[in-house]
């Protein structure tokens, strides 16, 4: 096994150094309550996750409209008339980590279910090769796409297909490939060591590509 990092705060910095991708990345901070407050007023919509940890565990949507705070963790949406109530609430349905926000953002969906893609690469002989390039469908009524919180695969190509319009599904998949060979040599830099990578991406309604994390020891 080569070298793993579980830090997403970490990885997450080592990316942003690269200005192309770094235009990739949804805008991320370190939890606290007022940067919540202020990405809240700034997009309407934002992810809280643990810094170390996977599989959507701890993952919860935070949401702000009409002058309502809402919170969705796994199916349960609550929602409340001022910040501080809804933060009071939020801080006990966290789990006992720290956290990071990151910039909500509107996946493309296939039948009202938002779509992900996971691209997986190794290191073998010296040489980085790809062996999974798939789709992640959120389960009905979810916001997080793990296949483990009850998520469906897909090829990448018809995910694509069926969640973009029509001829574009082959110049998003050479785009996520490309931005796959510039993180590579960035994380290979930054944490020498590392064998295996998956990249976690998501492509927004109007056909950009996102990067949400990147792990060293992808399932």
């Not at 007023?41 to 643990?50: C, D, L």
């Not at 609550?78 to 720290?98: I, P």
Request: glycine share 10%; charged share 20%.
């Amino acid at each position: 096994m080569g070298r793993q990092l579980a830090n997403k705060w970490l990885k997450t910095e080592a990316l942003l150094g690269n200005e192309s991708v770094a235009a990739h990345i949804p805008q991320t901070r370190k939890y606290n309550s007022e940067s919540l407050k202020q990405m809240l007023h700034s997009f309407g919509m934002v992810v809280i996750k643990p810094v170390r940890g996977g599989g959507g565990y701890g993952v919860i949507k935070v949401t702000y409209s009409g002058g309502i705070y809402s919170f969705t963790n796994m199916s349960r949406r609550s929602s409340f008339s001022t910040y501080d109530a809804m933060l009071r609430a939020l801080n006990r349905a966290k789990v006992r980590r720290s956290y990071i926000i990151q910039q909500g953002i509107h996946l493309a969906r296939i039948a009202g279910r938002p779509i992900d893609y996971r691209v997986k690469v190794v290191k073998h002989n010296g040489k980085w090769t790809y062996r999974a390039m798939v789709g992640r469908l959120a389960r009905p009524g979810l916001f997080v796409t793990n296949l483990c919180k009850g998520g469906t695969q897909l090829s990448a190509r018809s995910g694509l297909s069926r969640s973009l319009p029509r001829g574009t599904a082959r110049k998003k998949s050479a785009e996520m490939r490309n931005l796959t060979n510039t993180c590579i040599g960035i994380m290979e830099s930054s944490f020498p060591g590392i064998d295996q990578l998956g990249f976690d991406y998501g492509i927004d309604v109007n056909g950009k590509v996102w990067i949400f994390e990147v792990n060293t020891r992808p399932q």
